[in-house]
T-cell receptor, first 115, second 113 residues
Framework: ETGVTQSPTHLIKTRGQQVTLRCSSQ?????VSWYQQALGQGPQFIFQ???????GRGNFPPRFSGLQFPNYSSELNVNALELDDSALYLC??????????????FGPGTRLLVL | KQEVTQIPAALSVPEGENLVLNCSFT??????LQWFRQDPGKGLTSLLL?????REQTSGRLNASLDKSSGRSTLYIAASQPGDSATYLC????????????FGSGTKLNVKP
C-alpha cells in the first residue's frame, strides 16, 4: 500500500470539455508529479509541484494546469479536451530531501476517455 | 533530449527461467535510474533505484545494473514466477533537471506456468 490515492478512477468526457483530476499524496510527502500514459507507452512527465509551487514542466500545452494545496494534495486540470488526451493519468508523491535521490510513489491512476 | 528505449517490447518465458530486461538511454548525465513494475490498468510500483554513482542494486530475486558510460541498465529476474507477469518500466532522472523522469515504453513480461 503506497498511500497515494487518486480520484476518480475512470472518467468519460467529450471533446472541448474541462476535467479536474485529484491526487492525495502519501503522508509526509511534499512533492507531487503528474504523468500522462497513453496506451502501450511509458508515462510522460506533465509537471511537478513542490510546496504549492510548480517546480518543473514537461512538453505539455498551457491547457494542462495544476494546483498543490497546503496539505500537499493536488489537482490536475485539463481545459478544451482533445481526443488525444485520452490516457491514464498518474500522480506520484515523494519527499524532497537529498536532491534527486527520492523515490516516487505512484497512485493507481485515473483513466480518462475523451469522445 | 533524453530518450529511453526498452528492448524487447514483449517477452514470454516458461516459469523458472532467469531473464534479462534491457534499458538504454541517450544522455549519460543522469542523476539516478529507477525500475518500476506496472500491472494492467494500475499504477507503478518501484522495484529498484540506482544512483548514478552505483553499479548495481539487488532486492530478492531482482538485480539491476547500471553502466552510465554506455547508457545502459539491465534488470535481471532470477527463477521467474507467473506472479512476475507485468510490464516493467525503466526511468531516468537527468542531472540537469532532476524534477522529471524520462520513461521507456516498457517490456511486457509473461511468465507461463
Amino acid at each position: 500500500e503506497t498511500g497515494v490515492t487518486q480520484s476518480p478512477t475512470h472518467l468519460i468526457k467529450t471533446r472541448g470539455q474541462q476535467v479536474t483530476l485529484r491526487c492525495s499524496s502519501q503522508s509526509g510527502h511534499n512533492t507531487v508529479s503528474w504523468y500522462q500514459q497513453a496506451l502501450g507507452q511509458g508515462p510522460q512527465f506533465i509537471f511537478q509541484y513542490y510546496r504549492e509551487e510548480e517546480n518543473g514542466r514537461g512538453n505539455f500545452p498551457p491547457r494542462f494546469s495544476g494546483l498543490q494545496f497546503p496539505n500537499y494534495s493536488s489537482e490536475l486540470n485539463v481545459n478544451a479536451l482533445e481526443l488525444d488526451d485520452s490516457a491514464l493519468y498518474l500522480c506520484a508523491s515523494s519527499l524532497a530531501g537529498t536532491r534527486g535521490s527520492e523515490t516516487q510513489y505512484f497512485g493507481p491512476g485515473t483513466r480518462l476517455l475523451v469522445l | 533530449k533524453q530518450e529511453v528505449t526498452q528492448i524487447p517490447a514483449a517477452l514470454s518465458v516458461p516459469e523458472g527461467e532467469n531473464l534479462v530486461l534491457n534499458c538504454s538511454f541517450t544522455d549519460s548525465a543522469i542523476y539516478n535510474l529507477q525500475w518500476f513494475r506496472q500491472d494492467p490498468g494500475k499504477g507503478l510500483t518501484s522495484l529498484l533505484l540506482i544512483q548514478s554513482s552505483q553499479r548495481e542494486q539487488t532486492s530478492g530475486r531482482l538485480n539491476a545494473s547500471l553502466d552510465k558510460s554506455s547508457g545502459r541498465s539491465t534488470l535481471y529476474i532470477a527463477a521467474s514466477q507467473p506472479g512476475d507477469s507485468a510490464t516493467y518500466l525503466c526511468a531516468v532522472r537527468p542531472r540537469d533537471n532532476f524534477n522529471k523522469f524520462y520513461f521507456g515504453s516498457g517490456t511486457k513480461l509473461n511468465v507461463k506456468p
